[in-house]
């Protein structure tokens, strides 16, 4: 006949074991799936990309607010900041030079 003490023990460790160790692989993917890279879905990445022309106008903010992924807002300011570019160089030809 067994003790009810040492009979108790290993359930009391098994239920420890069976709550702490779903909890700790939980925890572990938590902190990996920081380090994963986000996945794309094609279906939403390309109505993103097909919307690029129309979001030019927009500003960082209103593209945060509407969910823009950062690849968007990347490619808005890549575009916006070469459009700048363009305008400048069609104005430094146009611009008469200043000589002393």
Partial sequence: MTTPCLDAAPRATSRLASTLIPAAVAQWRRALAIFAPPSRHPASEHAWQRALPELLDMDSHILKDIGAPAWVMAQ?????????????????????????
């Fill in 76 to 100: 808005v300011q890549q575009r916006r900041l070469s459009q700048f570019r363009r305008r400048q160089a069609v104005l430094h030809l146009n611009c008469p030079r200043h000589e002393p």
